[in-house]
């Protein structure tokens, strides 16, 4: 009946089914699919978590659950189930796709925080994402800058490290990274980092400031002179920092 694309009548016919043998778990997931099709979310997403109580390797349920706790926007719920599919298979193809798309989701959230200075609740959603899709170098990078933001500066270090090591032509985590280890007081290292960032991207204006700034914690006058008119020549908005050290 699921096949035939008629939903309602299919789910007479498991509601039917389900009277006959209520436990049976492969009946319980087919109504829970067809109510998910009716747009009946919470039924659905009850339906399924029953057939994972009685059956806790039965992989249908716990997707049928992810998809309907994604559907409510119970984003935990809905990690929670995919990481028993990762345990059941974690190499189950439409699993590891839901399991991006959650990801995503918390990222997107966590950005939103992120930009409201909500930086724990940040910080809980990056987390969430890199859990699920432990590329995802984005979500490290921007856990990095929160963390960095509270001033948990080794734990954003690390983050940013892993970000470049998940993508090494990752500029904007060359950078952070740089930032996070500027704040650390390694210079030297902070410095090799900006260098990175205006290696992969010879425009990158922040960087060349940044650098001119860690060359100035270092007294290295001209350097520093140097990377700001690189700056200021990029984007005039930086004028001021030439100005400043002039006085």
Do not use: M
């Amino acid at each position: 009946r699921l096949q035939a694309q008629d939903f309602i009548g299919a789910e007479i016919k498991f509601r039917a089914a389900l009277e006959l043998a209520p436990d049976r778990p492969s009946i319980l997931v087919n109504l829970s699919a067809c109510l998910l099709r009716l747009n009946k979310v919470a039924e659905a997403k009850q339906i399924a978590a029953r057939a994972t109580d009685i059956d806790k390797s039965n992989r249908d349920a716990w997707l049928n659950l992810a998809i309907c706790s994604r559907a409510e926007g119970a984003y935990e719920a809905a990690a929670d189930a995919l990481q028993h599919l990762r345990v059941i298979n974690p190499n189950d193809s439409e699993a590891n796709s839901l399991r991006g798309e959650i990801a995503n989701l918390y990222f997107q959230r966590g950005n939103t925080h992120l930009g409201e200075s909500r930086f724990e609740s940040a910080i809980l959603d990056f987390r969430s994402a890199v859990a699920l899709a432990p590329d995802f170098k984005e979500a490290y990078c921007n856990l990095g800058n929160a963390l960095l933001d509270l001033r948990s500066i080794e734990e954003a270090i690390d983050c940013h490290q892993k970000a470049v090591a998940i993508d090494g032509n990752y500029v904007d985590a060359h950078y952070n990274l740089g930032c996070a280890l500027k704040i650390a007081g390694q210079w030297h290292e902070a410095i090799e980092s900006f260098t990175r960032a205006i290696t992969l991207d010879k425009s990158y204006a922040n960087a060349y400031c940044a650098r001119g700034n860690t060359h100035l914690e270092l007294a290295e006058w001209e350097a520093a002179i140097e990377n700001y008119l690189r700056a200021i020549e990029l984007n005039p908005k930086f004028e001021f920092l030439l100005g400043t050290f002039l006085l």
